[in-house]
């Protein structure tokens, strides 16, 4: 049985701009390395440092899983960020933004005292965007405003 969310206006609201937000972050990145002729998920997965340095350090290491991984990267960053945007299998968005974006972190966990060469110097301790990202989307999932606002209400309705 779907459990029925009741929100206050204020609530809804809040809600469906972060989802808005989240999605034009997503979006705007996807768009960014498309239209990048040069960019290349290669150099940050070598860059990875931490629990699964070796792993992300060995997808670096072979032309075609880093050609997979950039082709997952760029449509997968367009496809959640759309879906989040304009309310569309928002909960799928939501878990794929949760699993694309905990790759992130995994591959760069914010570990005292670990520099890397491709991200900016932040001073954070174990947690980061990424982190923060991964639980707004959590939010979402948890919350799914695309059934009051956004293109999953009408399939809802005509199921």
Not at 73 to 93: E, P, Q, Y
Request: with cysteine.
């Amino acid at each position: 049985m779907k459990k029925e969310f009741t929100y206050s206006n204020l609530q809804l609201t809040i809600l469906v701009i972060g989802r808005i937000l989240i999605g034009w972050y997503c979006l705007y990145e996807g768009i960014a390395k498309l239209m990048n002729p040069r960019w290349s998920s290669f150099a940050f997965l070598n860059d990875s440092q931490g629990w699964m340095a070796d792993v992300f350090q060995s997808m670096a290491k072979n032309p075609d899983i880093v050609s997979v991984i950039d082709f997952l990267n760029i449509w997968g960053l367009i496809a959640i960020g759309l879906g989040l945007i304009i309310g569309l299998f928002s909960r799928f968005a939501s878990v794929s933004g949760i699993i694309l974006i905990s790759m992130y972190y995994l591959s760069h966990p914010p570990l005292v005292g670990v520099k890397y060469l491709l991200t900016a110097p932040e001073s954070t301790m174990w947690v980061d965007k990424n982190l923060i990202f991964i639980l707004l989307l959590f939010i979402l999932l948890v919350f799914p405003t695309s059934q009051k606002i956004g293109i999953d209400r009408l399939l809802i309705k005509r199921k």
